[in-house]
């Protein structure tokens, strides 16, 4: 209803579709599976529209297959290759809780010590797991719209590349993420502090990473997954630091982007060609880092996350 709204609004969409016929959008072979998992694959009519049948129809079905060929792999070596990567790090002795991030926080309130390492593996391996688990139905549901004719974004580009936030942002969870800026960033950056960029930026990426993000991506799939209370309404509201660090870590990158910009290709074989690599570890360490926030486990605090956080960056506070 929210991307229905954005659509009419633009004037791009034909006043004769009806709400009705608007939503069948998402009720369609390639949302039907997992419905909960990537519903934001379709983006609507106009995107829609503008996707069908825009290349060689032939090249489309053939994409769609190979996507369901990642989209199997996936699935079927998600353990193989969790459990290896867990083997690997714990033979040269770090502790990874399984690859766990709410098994390393209740190790760790339970009066357990954690050093830097495992934070920093664990997070980072967890995240491995989940999108691998998220990868495999979000690229099934990509080649069935391909297959359809529809030449469909992949929900995934290669983020692992990305240098820095914004880059990542636009890689990781595309569909979802531009679903986040049609409904919650635009609205807002084109309406308040029209003579004041910084603001305007901040407020933006507020509405979307924080506002957006928190009720429209975690709210609602805490809610559905764990009924209708009070306490799960409170649960996912107590993890509101990793939304707003995630904003933080967005909004800067931008306004450093917009201020300086970019005189060099990214990845290109030079002398600056580890300044890269860095980056781009930085990046998905940070991402992956502040979801320590994201998954606190039952008796966690909020000083205990904060203690974890800062033990990643070698900070231990008694």
């Keep these: 209803l929210m991307m229905y709204h954005v659509d009419y609004k633009s004037g791009r969409m034909p006043k004769e579709v009806s709400p009705i016929a608007y939503l069948s959008i998402f009720l369609t072979p390639a949302s039907l599976p997992n419905w909960k998992w990537g519903v934001t694959v379709g983006q609507a009519y106009t995107y829609l529209e503008n996707n069908f049948y825009c290349t060689d129809k032939n090249r489309l079905a053939i994409e769609g297959i190979k996507i369901w060929g990642i989209a199997l792999l996936y699935l079927v070596f998600n353990d193989v290759i969790r459990y290896g990567l867990v083997n690997l790090f714990e033979f040269y002795g770090i502790e990874v809780y399984n690859a766990r991030i709410t098994k390393m926080v209740s190790h760790y309130v339970d009066g357990g010590e954690v050093v830097t390492s495992s934070v920093l593996a664990t997070t980072v391996l967890d995240q491995i797991r989940w999108m691998m688990l998220w990868g495999g139905s979000v690229h099934f549901k990509t080649g069935i719209w391909r297959v359809c004719g529809y030449k469909m974004d ?4 290669k983020p692992w590349m990305s240098t820095n936030l914004v880059t990542f942002w636009t890689r990781f969870t595309f569909h979802y993420r531009e679903f986040l800026v049609r409904c919650f960033y635009y609205p807002v950056f084109f309406k308040f502090f029209k003579n004041n960029i910084i603001l305007r930026i901040s407020l933006a990426t507020f509405a979307a990473v924080t506002v957006g993000n928190l009720v429209w991506g975690h709210m609602t799939e805490g809610m559905f997954y764990n009924g209708m209370y009070y306490r799960n309404f409170a649960g996912v509201l107590k993890t509101w630091p990793y939304f707003i660090l995630l904003t933080l870590g967005i909004t800067v990158t931008e306004l450093y982007l917009f201020w300086r910009k970019p005189t060099r290709k990214v990845w290109t074989l030079d002398r600056y060609w580890v300044t890269d690599f860095i980056a781009m570890y930085c990046t998905v360490q ?33």
Excluded: E, M, Q, R
């Design 154 to 157: 992949p929900y995934f580009n």
């Design 286 to 318: 940070f991402y992956c880092i502040i979801h320590v926030f994201a998954k606190p486990s039952s008796g966690a605090t909020l000083t205990d996350c904060a203690k974890l956080f800062l033990i990643g960056f070698g900070i231990h506070i008694d």
